[in-house]
């Protein structure tokens, strides 16, 4: 089946810096790729949407300028979190839409768990 | 607004019973429903997939209906086994959207 890899799985850093995760779709075109944002004990929250070439489309209440979102192909895409505080400390998932075996299908990554001290 | 809420939000059961995940939404307007399984610290496993236009899916001892009219789903996991402990969301795609929106999801545990 169609995989979604997210690369860092893990990341701890110092408040301050700048953290980017990569979602790649490895073997099928992503369309859309969608980034979300799960906090413990929480449903995963939409964060961007967004389409290859074009800006990514962010949700009420997130920070375009601090979650940066480059989807600079069909099988990448990339969310950068710049001056990351603590209180970004959430697992953030990547998925990715596109045609396999004929259908359209959404796809989930499994994950980055972001942690900043 | 669609919002999505799943009852109960924690359940545990001894091995080999049955049982039901509940799944409700407030606009019947959607497009397809998904059940998702995530193990701790793990990104989603889709676990049944239902069109708008269909009633349920079956898959091994997963069972997922879908009432649309109620703004209900159950996803009925038959003669559960220890390896079936995670948390199960639901999620779904409404009809004007792009993105899934997702419950809470039910943190199931089964005892051996």
């Known amino acids: 089946g169609a995989v979604v890899s997210q690369h860092p799985s893990r990341v701890i850093c110092k408040s301050g810096t700048s953290v980017k995760i990569e979602c790649r779709s490895l073997?099928?075109?992503?369309?859309?790729m969608f980034w979300y944002r799960q906090f413990p004990k929480q449903s995963l929250m939409l964060m961007a949407t967004s389409n290859e070439g074009s800006k990514a489309t962010y949700e009420q209440g997130v920070e375009k300028d601090k979650f940066l979102i480059n989807h600079a192909s069909l099988t990448l895409s990339t969310l950068t979190v710049t001056s990351a505080h603590p209180e970004d400390s959430s697992f953030y998932i990547c998925?990715?839409?596109?045609?396999?075996?004929?259908?359209?299908?959404?796809?989930f990554g499994p994950g980055t768990r972001l942690l900043v001290l | 607004k669609q919002e999505v809420t799943q009852i109960p939000a924690a359940l545990s059961v001894p091995e080999g019973e049955n049982l039901v995940l509940n799944c409700s939404f407030t606009?019947?307007?959607?497009?397809?429903l998904q059940w998702f399984r995530q193990d701790p610290g793990k990104g989603l496993t889709s676990l049944l997939l239902?069109?708008?236009?269909?009633r349920e899916q079956t898959s091994g001892r997963l069972n997922a209906s879908l009432d649309k009219s109620s703004g209900r789903s159950t996803l009925y996991i038959a003669a559960s086994q220890p390896g079936d402990s995670a948390t199960y969301l639901c999620?779904?795609?409404?009809?004007?959207?792009?993105?899934?929106?997702f419950g809470k999801g039910t943190t199931l545990s089964v005892s051996s």
């Open positions: 239902i069109q708008s236009s269909q």
């Open positions: 998925s990715a839409r596109g045609q396999t075996s004929g259908q359209e299908t959404q796809y």
């Open positions: 073997d099928f075109q992503a369309t859309t």
């Open positions: 606009d019947s307007a959607i497009y397809n």
């Open positions: 999620a779904l795609l409404n009809q004007a959207g792009t993105a899934l929106i």
